[in-house]
């Protein structure tokens, strides 16, 4: 499908990267072009009941957006697992905080988890706000999500 995930269904607009990884849907620099696109929610898209295990996002800055249409998708699928980019300055200029989308994940039940940069090592986020603070400008950081009260799978760590 080629659609931009959203709050809701509908059109939005899609500010292409002269990289083909970097598109937003927001403007990054002057002159950047502009090009109409589908928005879709991801709660809108799927039915009611439907199972997911797994959301994997890393849609530079756009995941608030993301998280606010799939709430029913996310409390519907008690196991799901999200492995997302966290990056504080694209959510803002999204029109998110920062601090809301981790609250909003940790009050839908789930617990993150930062996975290191170069270790691959995963360390429970203990503080909302020292996780935001550690990342300035373009840094980020890859989070998994999962549900508060231990990891998926076997041999995992605890919390």
């Not at 927001?26 to 928005?39: D, F, H, I, K, S």
């Not at 270790?119 to 999500?145: F, K, Q």
Request: aromatic letters at 8%; hydrophobic letters at 40%; a negative charge.
């Amino acid at each position: 499908m080629q659609a931009a995930v959203g709050t809701a269904t509908g059109r939005g607009s899609l500010y292409l990267s002269p990289f083909h990884c970097d598109h937003r849907t927001y403007p990054t620099e002057e002159g950047q072009r502009e090009v109409p696109v589908a928005m879709v929610s991801v709660d809108e898209y799927l039915p009611p009941g439907q199972r997911i295990d797994l959301v994997k996002m890393d849609i530079q800055g756009a995941e608030g957006m993301a998280l606010q249409g799939m709430k029913r998708t996310l409390a519907s699928n008690p196991g799901v697992v999200i492995v997302m980019e966290f990056w504080p300055e694209g959510l803002r200029k999204t029109g998110f905080s920062p601090g809301w989308v981790l609250l909003e994940l940790e009050n839908m039940g789930f617990a993150l988890y930062r996975i290191g940069e170069r270790t691959n090592d995963v360390e429970r986020v203990r503080n909302r706000e020292t996780l935001i603070g550690s990342l300035a400008g373009s840094d980020y950081a890859n989070l998994l999500v999962v549900p508060d009260g231990g990891m998926p799978w076997p041999g995992a760590p605890l919390p």
